[in-house]
């Protein structure tokens, strides 16, 4: 965690220099309108001490709005002309009202008059208060293996509040929290200066080098350089961030304390400036195209999605090791005795049932059997599955992930290498999902005499090989392959036609079939369709026209977001009326028709034109580009097609669907896409794409030469010669708000299990404790040497992600098979010698690599490049008698509570967008020299 230090001292820097001891004109205006900087807070007195809560809402001036629509999705700020509490433009109940008020103009949503909103009270306050904050980076939150500082746990600052005009309760600013925040002086009487940077106070330049290393002048000089050159250039200030910032329990965290040196100095959203993202984190470009195809929304929707970090985590059985308790997470100032009773599994199933996150299985009964049951009694779906939930007939299937009824039975890997590369915990994929041989050293909760999860029933025995079958399409054998009861051998790159696109890359690249497929591969398109034929053949008899019934959690990009469960109330817990889509997923009945899947899979549906196209919150009519793809996937006119329906028989057909539905290739839909969020903000879109309605891009076309996509509102960055694409340019340029609480980019997150976890500002957090080296130390014989070390997982150096990493020309460039990498200074220590043979384990697993002794690598970590598979020259473990495993084989799944968060604003589901992630950098291993190195390559015996 060593970045968050840095970065946290960086904006200590940058606020004190350029926002106390001098005014940046270019950086307040900024702030004022495109953050929430000016928004404002309530000052709260809890348990004696006085807390920042919940954001202040046009709902809380009842005698003023009582009569405003979604009044409890408006937040208020303070504005200087009128010298009132006024809504601006822009807010997220504007998004949804239908005022044409969702937009970034200055405004007043009442009177249309100008604003100015104030930033600080600290010259014109009712009061002064000492207000409580948590800090995480002391003793009581230490990891052992990570520097700490010795401060209090609780830090109290001075903020100035002013009262509500019914005097009911008090409010400051977002600003005056975050100056705060930093550790800094607002100059309020009675107040101390803001510490010098020498000091060893919270957040100076002097507090990081204790915990970093790096020096103080260091993170002074490039904070002044980067604020400068914003100041300057007006934004022109870029951070880059990696993908292995992703890896850690408190990414957010990281994230957070970079993109506010982002805010404070105006460059999000300016050419040149911002920040990029690289790897790891992409989504395609032609979005809306490709959705409709991928999941079926021309013929049935909504699509039954799940995010897999909870569904591994959950059906793996991980949660049964689960080490991490909340109060180790919680903020000092939060309710202990609450959160101690619960776990993380808690979290998760409870996010489940307020409808935060998706579940699978959903329910502890069939949805399809449900579904004739309400048929036969005449009853709509919705209220008979919620009449079932409340007299607790029917629950969510997670409140039992271990009752044989709602384990995972069959499972398709698509063109991803699960076990080896992604599988967080692989051992314990191995051992409960799979049933196969693994080395899983840890006990369960229950044989560690741990406390039981309250929302989750407990098996003594836990199931060990959940699937039944397992069906792999890949074109090497992967580790998945390997443990795969099927492979289906699909084409490469060279043998298919397809598209290649990211939103880091502003072309769509196509690839072509160079030569067939060998032997018995298949393109992955003729797969699927191969899949569906059967599967519509063998339906008769067992599966016709079925009535099915999707839970569809509170999405993000539509209404749901305004969810009831604001204040994060349990139905189940708390009694309350069950509302689908309002404080639980909805409830939504789907037409399944099993015999005509393979009809379905390769023609157009009919909801395309009935219902149209869309995404992130707007939809526009498609009839037209129906119309187009019928002429140019020649609609069939005999057998089972004569619907008169476009084909999507081939992997062209496919891909000119998605050409033609999606803005970034059709530019008349983009223009219609424009005007579609017109219709939303009250402003004129339509221009960004004007210049390209007549372009149509064809997958001919893209063969001759990739093309670039157009200009759409399904991104927030603008292609043209005369800018850098970059996040933000739109909201920034075309005053389009972000799809957030305030419609400014948030400093201040006030959902309640945020402020419970010290969140709602961002703040320094060490990397938890995974515990996992409990009681392994003690395996050791005394005598032999080791050390303990942060394992890292970088993008291998010597492969493309999983692929081609055991091919033997491609690993003649390493050690002929599995490496770690190793300092010099900590090899002497150990009597290691480059090219040695070690071991690496915890409680989770082991693995065997070669040691590559490197003065590149830092003192106290251990590199294991992603991904190496446990397929060639993988020695015996000592520890485990097993083959030894892979990068993910010493890691495990800890999920946190606060991306579970749903139905509130921008903290709301999306599909590979929002929700729970895993994350590894946290974990320790034991390192030590293998004595002996066997291979375990003798002939089986035959029983």
């Known amino acids: ?216 002048s260091d993170i002074i000089s490039t904070a002044r350089q980067f604020a400068e050159t914003a100041e300057k250039t007006e934004g022109k200030s870029m951070i880059i961030i990696g993908c292995g910032v992703n890896q850690w329990y408190h990414t957010d965290m990281i994230y957070r304390s970079a993109i506010n040196m982002l805010i404070f100095c105006g460059c999000i959203g300016k050419s040149g400036g911002g920040w990029s993202h690289y790897v790891g984190q992409e989504k395609l470009r032609p979005q809306t195209g490709w959705t409709p195809l991928a999941f079926g929304l021309d013929w049935h929707r909504p699509p039954r999605h799940m995010n897999a970090t909870s569904y591994f985590y959950m059906h793996t059985n991980q949660w049964r090791y689960e080490k991490v308790g909340l109060s180790e997470l919680i903020s000092p100032l939060a309710d202990k005795e609450k959160w101690n009773m619960m776990s993380v599994i808690d979290c998760n199933v409870k996010s489940e049932r307020m409808g935060w996150l998706p579940s699978s299985p959903q329910l502890s009964d069939n949805p399809i059997k449900l579904g004739q049951q309400a048929a036969e009694q005449g009853k709509d779906v919705k209220n008979f599955i919620t009449e079932k939930l409340k007299s607790n007939e029917l629950s969510i299937a997670s409140e039992d992930p271990d009752d044989p009824k709602n384990f995972p039975r069959n499972m398709f890997i698509w063109r991803s290498n699960l076990l080896a590369s992604s599988a967080k915990g692989m051992e314990y994929f191995m051992k409960h999902l799979l049933g196969a041989q693994n080395s899983v050293m840890d006990a369960d909760l229950k044989a560690n005499g741990k406390q039981l999860p309250q929302e989750v029933k407990w098996h003594d025995k ?129 037409i399944r028709d099993y015999p005509n899947i393979y009809q379905r899979f390769t023609s157009l549906g009919p909801l395309m034109e009935e219902l149209g196209n869309g995404g992130k ?36 057909h496919a891909a000119e669907m998605i050409l033609t539905l999606a803005p970034e290739t059709n530019g008349h839909v983009a223009v219609k896409a424009w005007e579609a969020l017109e219709k939303i903000t009250g402003r004129k879109h339509r221009h960004l794409a004007a210049k390209r309605e007549d372009e149509q891009i064809r997958f001919k076309e893209l063969i001759q030469q990739p093309r670039k996509v157009i200009t759409s509102p399904t991104w927030s960055g603008i292609e043209s010669h005369d800018v850098s694409y970059n996040a933000g340019y739109t909201n920034v340029h075309e005053l389009i708000p972000w799809r957030t609480l305030t419609g400014r980019q948030s400093i201040y997150q006030d959902h309640p299990w945020m402020i419970d976890f010290g969140e709602n500002l961002v703040c320094y957090k060490p990397p938890i404790d995974t515990k996992s080296l409990k009681g392994m130390i003690d395996k050791l014989d005394g005598k032999e040497k080791y050390m303990i070390l942060n394992m890292m997982t970088p993008h291998n150096k010597w492969t493309i992600h999983s692929t081609w990493s055991d091919n033997l020309l491609m690993l003649t460039l390493g050690r002929g098979g599995p490496v770690a990498w190793l300092s010099e200074d900590d090899a002497k220590k150990m009597d290691l010698i480059d090219n040695d043979w070690v071991e690496v384990y915890n409680q989770n697993g082991a693995t065997v690599v070669r040691l590559v002794v490197s003065q590149r690598i830092p003192n106290g ?83």
């Open 1 to 216: 965690m060593l970045p968050l230090a840095w970065l946290w001292a960086m904006g200590h820097v940058i606020l004190k220099e350029f926002y106390l001891d001098k005014k940046t004109p270019y950086f307040e205006k900024y702030v004022k309108q495109y953050s929430d900087l000016p928004f404002l807070v309530k000052v709260e007195e809890k348990n004696g001490r006085y807390v920042s809560g919940r954001v202040v809402r046009a709902s809380d001036l009842d005698e003023k709005y009582a009569t405003e629509e979604n009044a409890d999705w408006k937040p208020l700020l303070f504005d200087e002309k009128s010298k009132e509490l006024v809504i601006p433009n822009g807010t997220i109940g504007s998004r949804w009202d239908k005022s044409q008020k969702w937009n970034l103009e200055m405004r007043n949503v009442l009177t249309g008059e100008e604003i100015s909103p104030q930033l600080s009270f600290a010259n014109e306050f009712d009061e002064i208060k000492e207000v409580s904050f948590p800090y995480f980076g002391g003793d009581d939150y230490k990891n052992e293996y990570f520097n700490a500082t010795k401060h209090d746990e609780i830090v109290d600052r001075k903020i100035p509040v002013r009262k509500s005009p019914d005097g009911k309760f008090m409010y400051c600013t977002v600003y005056d929290l975050t100056i705060a925040n930093y550790g800094l002086s607002l100059g309020l009487p009675g107040e101390a200066p803001s510490p010098d940077y020498s000091e060893d106070a919270l957040y100076t330049p002097a507090w990081q080098e204790r915990i970093t290393g790096v020096p103080a």
């Open 462 to 590: 836990a199931p060990e090989g959940k699937l039944d079958l397992l069906v792999t399409l890949d074109f090497r054998m992967s580790t998945s392959a390997l443990h795969s009861d099927i492979v289906l051998p699909a084409a490469t790159w060279y043998e298919k036609n397809d598209l290649s696109t990211t939103d880091l890359h502003p072309f769509i690249h196509p690839f072509s079939d160079a030569v067939d497929p060998v032997w018995e591969a298949r393109t992955d398109w003729n797969i699927f369709k191969g899949i569906a034929e059967k599967v519509s053949e063998l339906s008769p008899g067992h599966l016709g026209v079925e009535k099915d019934i999707v839970l569809q959690p509170m999405q993000h990009d539509s209404p749901m977001e305004l969810s009831e469960t604001a204040f994060a109330k349990d139905w189940k817990v708390d009694d309350l009326e069950l509302k689908p889509g309002k404080n639980m997923s909805d409830i939504i009945e789907v």
């Open 617 to 652: 919150g707007i939809s526009w009519d498609t009839k037209e580009e129906v119309a187009l793809l019928k002429k140019l996937n020649l609609s069939s006119i005999i057998g089972h097609k004569a619907n008169g329906r476009a084909l999507i028989e081939t992997d062209i």
């Open 861 to 943: 970590a251990l590199i294991m490049y992603h991904n190496q598979e446990r397929t060639v020259n993988m020695p015996v473990s000592q520890i485990t008698g097993n083959r030894g495993g892979v990068h993910n084989s010493v890691s495990r799944l800890c999920l946190k509570p606060t991306h579970m968060i749903g139905g509130y604003a921008q903290l709301s589901y999306g599909l590979n967008y929002y929700g729970t992630i895993g994350a590894n950098r946290d974990e320790f291993v034991i390192i030590r020299k293998l004595s002996k190195v066997e291979w375990m390559d003798e002939p089986i015996e035959e029983n």
